[in-house]
């Protein structure tokens, strides 16, 4: 295949993934875009779970294209804002605990190996639990029996430990001190370089609705090219039902959210880590995360939104949910009520009926995998998530039920947070 310039830079997306990657695209090498088995496993969508998933297969000896439309961790990915929560508690969902902790030992790897340990901030999460919260309860003993390090506080050490909280209702809460935050999308542009350093190859190109008969034997970009593979990951986020309509049109259900960043008040350090946590407030349906660099202080609801398609979502808050958030704000961070919005974030959830992944081979096409439905918690679990995706197209064996697609209803009722 006939590789201009221009097509060679796209094709390993130095501008996009940054100067780091720049001996990827000296002049001369291999045309990354060809057809007939050029690679092992081509993965669609560089977000969390693509760019992970390209990365573990990558480091176990396979021939990977990651390939993204508008690049890794984009401003309409899910993957896609300033900071994403990782957090061990959930409930008795005691796998999702489970892949919390193993996710966090791979972040923490991956940054040291890249010289980025600060893309993860550990500045604790605290869970606000009013007195009879069976969430919070099962939490509680789900931490215990995995030895996952926290505390339970009453409402007087909450009020002497963050004065700066006006407690309302919340009677107790579970901290956890070794869980925080990540920085989003750079550390997803960070994995999508490691990937590509250890021999993966950047596509940006968008990848047409896939056809084929017993499976498929390659795919077709916008541009004209087609790119051939044994295997193919499709980790497309919210961009799933569009892609699969037959398959996912009515089982992947991307909705609005919004996310807001107060400024705190002059020389008032009392917003950021190490004296603010993360918190979550889940009868409220509402958590956020302390001020990082000075980009303000976070806070997002977490309750559905209003269906929306990824790629024409106009990006602007909604006067309504602003509301919401500055009476919440005011009423819970007193020294915030007046504090100005510096700036705001509009992203879309890919939520499956209940929370749970989505991780399966398509039913048609058994070369073909399936991988989103994060559904507002899957950011913390992209290594975990890319290392059982690559395990399972290595070893053949049949997925857990829960990510299965036959687990996807067509209703929504959320059972995981
Ligand atoms: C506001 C908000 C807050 C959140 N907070 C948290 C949190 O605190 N903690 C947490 O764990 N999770 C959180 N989540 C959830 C988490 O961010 C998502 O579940 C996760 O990022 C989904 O990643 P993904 O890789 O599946 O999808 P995406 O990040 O959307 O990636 C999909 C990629 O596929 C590409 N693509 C789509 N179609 C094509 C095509 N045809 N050809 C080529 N490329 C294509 C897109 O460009 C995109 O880059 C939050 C989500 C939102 C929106």
């Not at 399936?370 to 998530?385: C, D, I, M, Q, T």
């Amino acid at each position: 295949m006939k590789t201009t310039r221009r097509g060679f830079v796209r094709a390993t997306g130095a501008g996009v993934l940054g100067a780091t990657l720049a001996p990827r695209v000296a002049r001369g090498q291999a045309p990354a875009v060809a057809t007939g088995g050029a690679f092992d496993v081509v993965v669609v969508g560089a977000g969390v779970f693509g760019a992970w998933t390209a990365y573990h297969l990558q480091r176990a000896g396979r021939r990977v294209a990651l390939i993204d439309a508008y690049g890794p961790g984009n401003a309409r990915c899910s993957s896609g804002g300033q900071s994403r929560v990782i957090r061990m508690g959930y409930g008795d969902q005691e796998i999702y605990t489970r892949w919390s902790m193993r996710s966090l030992e791979l972040w923490k790897a991956l940054l040291r190996q890249a010289g980025r340990v600060t893309q993860f901030q550990p500045a604790g999460v605290l869970w606000m639990a009013r007195e009879q919260d069976a969430l919070t309860t099962k939490t509680l003993q789900t931490l215990g029996r995995l030895g996952v390090k926290h505390e339970r506080l009453e409402r007087s050490q909450l009020a002497a430990r963050w004065p700066q909280i006006d407690l309302g209702p919340v009677t107790w809460a579970i901290y956890e001190p070794d869980s925080g935050f990540l920085a989003g999308f750079h550390v997803v542009q960070t994995v999508a370089q490691m990937a590509v350093a250890s021999g993966a190859v950047y596509m940006q190109e968008s990848i047409l609705p896939p056809a084929g008969k017993d499976g498929l034997a390659a795919v077709s970009t916008r541009t004209g090219k087609t790119v051939s593979a044994k295997t193919f990951v499709l980790a497309c986020g919210p961009w799933l039902p569009k892609l699969l309509p037959d398959v996912l049109g009515e089982r992947i259900f991307p909705t609005r959210q919004e996310v807001f960043y107060f400024g705190v008040p002059a020389g008032d350090d009392r917003f950021q880590s190490p004296a603010m946590p993360i918190w979550v407030d889940f009868v409220e349906e509402i958590y956020g995360i302390p001020d990082f660099k000075g980009r303000g202080f976070k806070v997002a609801p977490d309750r559905h939104g209003p269906p929306v398609d990824p790629d024409s979502l106009e990006r602007v808050p909604s006067p309504e949910t602003m509301a919401r958030v500055r009476e919440f704000v005011g009423r819970r961070f007193p020294a915030l009520k007046d504090a100005p919005i510096v700036a705001s974030e509009v992203c879309q959830y890919e939520n499956t009926s209940n929370g749970d992944f989505l991780i399966d081979r398509h039913p048609e096409w058994a070369n073909v995998w399936l991988v989103g439905g994060g559904s507002g918690h899957g950011f913390k679990h992209g290594p975990a998530v890319g290392e059982y995706v690559a395990a399972r197209i290595a070893d053949g064996k049949p997925v857990d039920a829960k990510f299965s697609l036959a687990a996807k209803q067509k209703v929504q009722q959320r059972t995981v947070f």
